[in-house]
Every structure is written in structure tokens, then in C-alpha cells.
């Protein structure tokens, strides 16, 4: 009872990452089933005017570590922005660097058939390193093993070694992009915050 209190209290606190990680558990069931449905959430459609799938792919996981390894972080990294700057910031911010990342994967590998939070999550990464630079608050300080973590397993991607060992696909252009327009937002909004205070 009292476990079931937490994650409703949690949820309560933070309405958009939960409303994210059931949007994402969904998109995952939807990506094991294949199928029509499965192909009107992928990326495209603009010529006929599915712009919702500029964003869906973000929630499309293929397989249970892909699900459970971004919906931790996205846990982890989005409950802050959510905390600090309310549900509308983060909102609009996974959003905004969600169309980007995934236009920056199709135009990288020129397929559309990929998915994950990945890029959204590396923005997320991106724009609190940033903006923690400017906001002196504790939320925003991240633990330096967590960057260092993150940009590795970025490098590892690239490598290509995931691809040749366990035989799976990863969306670079997503993480590259996403952590760069992550990069871009946070200074932009810590150049705001800064400018506020003075």
C-alpha cells in the first residue's frame, strides 16, 4: 500500500514524465505488435498532413532494455526540469527537441524505421549541463559520472560496436542531435535566467 502511495505521489509531482514513461510502455507493445498501426506512428507523413508523426517515434521502443534504460533516465533527467521550471517547460522542451532529433536521424541514416526517447534524452542531458552552468540550483549540478557516462556510451554508439556485437540498431543522428539542441536551449534559457537576475 504504502509502495502504491509513492508512485502516486510521484506521479502527482510529475504529471508529464508520467504521462511520457505510459506514452512510451504504450508506444513498445505497439513496436512488438508491428503492423499498420506501428507504420502511421514511424517518422514521415508530412505530405499528408501526419504531422503527429514528426514526434512519435520518441515513443516507440523496440524491446524491454531499449524501454527500460531511457524511461530511467528520462525518470532521472525529466523529474528535475519538471521540479524546477514546471510541466509546460518540460513539455514543450521534449517537444520541440523531439521533432528535432528525429528529423536529425532521418536525414543521418535516411530511414525512418527507428524509435526510442534517446534523443530526447540526450537534449535533456544536454540542456540541464548547460543551464546548471547559469541556475545555481542542486538539481541542475550533475553528478560528473553521469555526463561522462552518457557521452561514452554516446561514442560507443557511433562506433558501430553495439551494432557488430549485439546486432542492434542505433538512432546516432537522434542522440547527436538531441544533445546539441540540447546544448543550444540550455544556454539560451540560462542566458534568460541570468539576464533575469540582473
Same mark, same amino acid.
Given at each position: 500500500?504504502?509502495?502504491?502511495?509513492?508512485?502516486?505521489?510521484?506521479?502527482?509531482?510529475?504529471?508529464?514524465?508520467?504521462?511520457?514513461?505510459?506514452?512510451?510502455?504504450?508506444?513498445?507493445?505497439?513496436?512488438?505488435?508491428?503492423?499498420?498501426?506501428?507504420?502511421?506512428?514511424?517518422?514521415?507523413?508530412?505530405?499528408?498532413?501526419?504531422?503527429? $508523426?514528426?514526434?512519435?517515434?520518441?515513443? @516507440?521502443?523496440?524491446?524491454?532494455?531499449? *524501454?527500460? +534504460?531511457? /524511461?530511467? #533516465? %528520462?525518470? =532521472?533527467?525529466?523529474?528535475?526540469?519538471?521540479?524546477?521550471?514546471?510541466?509546460?517547460?518540460?513539455?514543450?522542451?521534449?517537444?520541440?527537441?523531439?521533432?528535432?532529433?528525429?528529423?536529425?536521424?532521418?536525414?543521418?541514416?535516411?530511414?525512418?524505421?527507428?524509435?526510442?526517447?534517446?534523443?530526447?534524452?540526450?537534449?535533456?542531458?544536454?540542456?540541464?549541463?548547460?543551464?546548471? $552552468?547559469?541556475?545555481?540550483?542542486?538539481? @541542475?549540478?550533475?553528478?560528473?559520472?553521469? *555526463?561522462? +557516462?552518457? /557521452?561514452? #556510451? %554516446?561514442? =560507443?554508439?557511433?562506433?558501430?560496436?553495439?551494432?557488430?556485437?549485439?546486432?542492434?540498431?542505433?538512432?546516432?543522428?537522434?542522440?547527436?542531435?538531441?544533445?546539441?539542441?540540447?546544448?543550444?536551449?540550455?544556454?539560451?534559457?540560462?542566458?534568460?535566467?541570468?539576464?533575469?537576475?540582473?
Amino acid at each position: 500500500m504504502a509502495q502504491d502511495f509513492n508512485w502516486r505521489a510521484a506521479a502527482k509531482r510529475h504529471p508529464v514524465v508520467s504521462m511520457l514513461v505510459i506514452a512510451s510502455i504504450i508506444g513498445a507493445a505497439i513496436a512488438s505488435m508491428g503492423g499498420p498501426l506501428l507504420s502511421s506512428l514511424l517518422f514521415g507523413g508530412i505530405s499528408e498532413n501526419q504531422y503527429w $508523426r514528426l514526434l512519435t517515434p520518441i515513443f @516507440l521502443h523496440f524491446g524491454l532494455v531499449h *524501454l527500460a +534504460f531511457n /524511461l530511467l #533516465w %528520462l525518470a =532521472i533527467l525529466g523529474s528535475r526540469i519538471e521540479q524546477l521550471f514546471g510541466s509546460m517547460h518540460l513539455l514543450l522542451l521534449v517537444i520541440a527537441t523531439g521533432v528535432f532529433s528525429n528529423m536529425i536521424q532521418v536525414g543521418w541514416s535516411g530511414s525512418p524505421l527507428f524509435g526510442g526517447m534517446s534523443g530526447v534524452i540526450y537534449a535533456l542531458l544536454g540542456y540541464i549541463w548547460i543551464k546548471g $552552468r547559469f541556475v545555481a540550483d542542486p538539481s @541542475l549540478q550533475l553528478p560528473p559520472g553521469i *555526463l561522462g +557516462f552518457m /557521452l561514452i #556510451w %554516446l561514442l =560507443i554508439g557511433m562506433s558501430g560496436v553495439l551494432e557488430l556485437v549485439l546486432g542492434v540498431g542505433v538512432a546516432n543522428g537522434a542522440h547527436v542531435g538531441g544533445f546539441v539542441i540540447g546544448l543550444l536551449l540550455g544556454l539560451v534559457f540560462g542566458l534568460l535566467a541570468a539576464a533575469k537576475r540582473r
